[in-house]
């Protein structure tokens, strides 16, 4: 692979499921996100990392869990999906966290919570 | 609070020019971003700035003016894969990023 890649394309979800998202990078990158993009609004920041074994909570963290566990993947889980967390989820990397470095995107999780 | 005020949808026409703008409000500032998203894929960068003036890059440039909270992005001979939305990104005092909603642009032949 090549860049940062996501996992499943798209998913219909029953509200009380569990559900984890997968994402992966190939690029050596320190830093991971992962935000949910909603019509009319920015990306919003769910949970970060700066580095393995590090995570952090972003913007809108409530109902959502990550673990940095290597480098590569970052996993996001919805313990109990709810239908307000039915989005586009992005899951994005850069070089290093914390300074101006350009993040590069995944092709996006479409979730529906039903 | 932080904010970020772009416009939703502008409409231009084929090899014409257009700049969207954007105005910001952060709590310090290191620097604004552009991204490019098409309709159904991700963003992809397109620009940084953190100095004062304007960055060409090949078709598109963007400006700053860190005085008045202001950027703009200048798209030159339009083609019409240029139909995608432009995300104007500010990055804040503890380097966290503020999104703008985007704005949507639709060109026509």
């Known amino acids: 692979i090549a860049g940062i890649t996501q996992a499943p394309t798209s998913q219909i979800l029953a509200a009380g499921r569990r559900m984890t998202l997968r994402c992966t990078q190939d690029?050596?990158?320190?830093?991971m996100y992962w935000y949910r993009q909603d019509l009319g609004l920015g990306l919003r920041l769910i949970h970060y990392s700066n580095t393995a074994g590090t995570t952090g909570k972003g913007e809108v963290p409530d109902g959502y869990s990550v673990s940095r566990a290597n480098t590569d993947d970052f996993p996001l889980t919805l313990a109990s999906a709810v239908p307000s967390q039915t989005s586009v989820y992005f899951c994005?990397?850069?070089?290093?966290?914390?300074?101006?470095?350009?993040?590069?995107f995944g092709p996006g999780t479409r979730l529906t919570v039903l | 609070g932080q904010n970020i005020d772009q416009p939703t949808e502008m409409t231009a026409t084929e090899g014409a020019i257009v700049q969207i703008n954007c105005t910001y409000q952060?709590?310090?500032?290191?620097?604004l971003f552009w991204y490019q998203q098409h309709a159904g894929e991700a963003p992809t960068f397109l620009s940084y700035?953190?100095l004062d003036g304007l960055e060409e890059k090949g078709r598109f440039s963007s400006f700053l003016s860190r005085s008045k909270g202001y950027s703009y992005l200048l798209l030159k001979e339009l083609q019409m894969k240029d139909s995608a939305s432009y995300l104007c990104v500010a990055l804040d005092s503890n380097y966290q990023l503020i999104w703008g909603a985007g704005t949507k642009l639709i060109i026509k032949p």
């Open positions: 952060t709590s310090g500032f290191n620097g």
């Open positions: 700035n953190v």
């Open positions: 994005a990397s850069s070089l290093a966290g914390g300074v101006n470095h350009e993040q590069f």
């Open positions: 690029m050596r990158h320190n830093a």
